[in-house]
C-alpha cells in the first residue's frame, strides 16, 4: 500500500471494532511473561524483564524477530567508573533477576523485573537497585512502562552518559516513520547501511548509500541526528507498517523526568527500523551533563511511564490516519497525567502533587518606561541552582510551562520537594531565577504573583545582531553539497539538519573570513549559522577570526560599553575579542576553553545557551566608520569545533534614567 509523504489532512477520525477478553489475562512460564488484553499480546523473558514479543492485529510479532530476545525491547544506560574522561561508557541492558506480579486483574496487570546491587557486584555493574515495571489495562490498545532507579547512601561513585527505553521493530513490516508532522518519511532499511551498500562519511552515524536496497534512497545520507528533537516536542512519534496498515507509537505524556529541560535536544525514532524513549543524555551538551554520583550520595528517580500505542486501519484507508490517530491518543494521555494506575508509591498521584501560578514582567527601561509581558517565556521549577543551571541538571525532576501573552503561567502536577523557579524569555538575553527556594507540598496551590525580570542591561543598543532566542537558525543557512542531501529537509523549514554544511564555510570564504557591517549587511544572509573552522588545502583546519565593522558618531572615552556575545552551542572552542587591533596579546577577552556538545556535526542549529558580557573601554573605539570588533575561535583541529551565536549586543555607557525609554 502506497503512503503519501508529508502531513495528512483530516475532518474525523474512523475507529474500529477490536477483539475482546474478559479482561487482562498473566501468564507466567519459566522464561517467559505474557500479558494479554484481547487486543494486543506483550512477551517478557522471565525474569530478565526484556521485550521480546508484541503480537497486534494478525502480526505475530512487531518486533525483529531476527534480532536475540535481549535486542528487541529494553530498557538500558551507558555508566562509567567515577574519574573517567569522554562520554563513552559501558552499555548495560539492565537485565533483571527477579520477577514479582503486583497487580493482576481483570481490569490491570502489572509486573515488576528488578535487579538488586551489592557489594559482590562492585565494578561490575552499576550500583543502582533498578525496578522495571509494565502494566496492560483492559480494553487498551498498548500498554505503559515505566523504570526506578535507587542509589543507596552507603554505595560508591559512578556516572550515567544515557539512560533510554528502545524498541527495534520489525524491519520487513515498518518502513515509514512520523516525528512531527513537517518531519515524516519513507525510511532507507538498516542494510542500506552497511558496507558495500553505505560509505561512512565524517563519522560512524552519517552514512552516504550508495547502493540501497530500494533505489529511491540512492544518493541520500542516513544519520539518526537528522532527527533528532527537542524534548518538549517529544510526545509522540512512531512508524507505520502499510500492509496490513498498523502504527507504533511511542507517547510521553509528560517530560518531567527528562534531564536538562523543554529544549534539550534527544534522539527519537531512526533506521532500524528503532523508536527510542530517551530520559537521560549527553548529546548537545557532552560532558556537563554526565549523571555524576558521590560516594554515599541517595537518589531515587522514576523515569517515566511512557505508553506504547498500537493502532490499525482497514486496507482501503490512507495509513497517515495512523499518525492522526496517534497525536489524538497522545492528547488524551496528556490530559490524563499524571496517571493513577502505576502501583509504584514512588510515583504520586494527582491529589500528591502541588501547583503553582504566577506572572513574570520584563523591566528593560531602555526599551519601556512600563513593565513588558514576558509573552512566551520559560517557566520552570527544577532543583535549587543558579541561574540558568536547568539546562545542566540532570537528577532531580523539572516542570515547565510557557507563559501566556500578559505574562501568566500555570504549572500543574508538581512532585512535592524544594525547588528554585527559573525563567528565560524570548527576545531577552539571559536567565531568571526567583530569589527564594519554593517548597511544594501534597496538595499545595502558589500564588507567587508578579515576578519581575531584568535582563542584563547598561546602557543603549548601539547595534545588534541576531535574535535572542537561544536558537541560530535565523542566520544564514548554505544549501548542502548535492553530494550529501537528505530529502526530507530540502525546502524545509530545518534546513539546518541536512549533513556537512560545515564544509561550506571555506567554499563561501575561500580567501578570507567573514566580515559583517552593521547597518549594511544582513544576518539572515550574511552571518553563517556557525563559526568553524576553516578547511585547507592540506585536508587540516584552522582557526577563524569574523569582523564586525560599525561606525560610532561619538565617543566617550572614559566610559565602559558593554559588548554581549550570547552562543547558542560551543564545541571545544576559545572565543577571543579584539577591539581594532587583530594582532593585540592577551586579547580583551577570552572565553577559555567551552563546550563539548558536537551541535555542529550532529545538525543541532543549538546546544547549550552560554552568555559573555565583555567590558569595553571607551578608549579602544574611534570617532567615524572605523571601528572593529575581531572575534577569533582559536582552536582548531576539527571540522567540528567552533561556536553558534544566539545574539550580539554593543550598549553605549549609562545613559540618565529620564532618558532610557528613548534609545533602544
Known sequence: MKISEGPAHVGCFIFFLLPMVSGVQLQVQDKHVVMDNGILQVTLSNPEGIVTGIQFQGIDNLLEVRNAEYDRG?????????????????????????????????????????????????????????????????????????????????????????????????????????????????????????????????????????????????????????????????????????????????????????????????LASHVGPTSLALFHSVHYSGADLILRFGHSEPWKKVFGPIFIYLNSLSNEDDPLLLWEDAKQQMIFEVQSWPYDFPASKDFPQSDERGTLHGRLLVEDRYINMDYIAANGAYVGLAPPGNAGSWQRECKGYQFWARANADGYFYIDHIRTGNYSLYAFVPGFIGDYKYDFNITIIEGSYIDIGDLVYKPPRNGPTLWEIGIPDRYAAEFYVPDPDPKYINKLYVNHTDRYRQYGLWERYAELYPDEDLIYIVNQSDYRKDWFFAQVTRKKDNQTYEGTTWQIKFELDNVNESAVYKLRLALASAHVSVLQVRINDPSTEPPLFSTGQIGKENTIARHGIYGLYWLFNVDVPGALFVKGNNNTIYLTQALSGSPFRGVMYDYIRLEGPPLPPCNSSNNT
Not at 555508566?79 to 486483574?105: C, H, M, Q, Y
Not at 512531527?180 to 552514512?207: F, H, I, S, T
Request: proline share 7%; charged share 25%; net charge negative.
Open 74 to 266: 529494553y530498557w538500558d544506560l551507558v555508566w562509567s567508573k567515577p574519574g573517567k574522561k569522554g562520554t563513552k561508557g559501558t552499555l548495560d541492558r539492565i537485565e533483571a533477576t527477579n520477577f514479582t506480579v503486583i497487580v493482576e486483574n481483570e481490569e490491570q496487570v502489572e509486573v515488576s523485573f528488578t535487579r538488586l546491587w551489592n557489594s559482590s557486584l562492585e565494578g561490575q555493574v552499576v550500583p543502582l537497585n533498578i525496578d522495571k515495571r509494565f502494566i496492560m489495562l483492559h480494553g487498551s490498545s498498548g500498554f505503559y512502562t515505566y523504570a526506578i532507579f535507587e542509589h543507596l547512601g552507603e554505595w560508591p561513585a559512578f556516572n550515567i552518559d544515557n539512560i533510554r527505553m528502545a524498541f527495534k521493530l520489525n524491519k520487513d513490516k515498518f518502513h515509514f516513520m512520523s516525528i512531527a508532522d513537517n518531519r515524516q518519511r519513507l525510511m532507507p532499511l538498516p542494510d542500506d547501511r552497511l558496507p558495500g551498500r553505505g560509505q561512512v562519511l565524517a563519522y560512524p552515524e552519517a552514512v552516504l548509500l550508495v547502493n540501497p536496497v530500494e533505489p529511491e534512497f540512492k544518493g541520500e545520507v542516513d544519520d539518526k541526528y537528522l532527527y533528532s528533537c527537542k524534548s518538549q516536542d517529544i510526545r509522540v512519534h512512531g512508524w507505520i507498517c502499510a500492509d496490513p496498515p498498523v502504527g507504533f507509537w511511542q507517547i510521553t505524556p509528560s517530560i518531567e523526568s527528562r534531564s536538562a529541560g523543554p529544549l534539550k535536544q534527544y
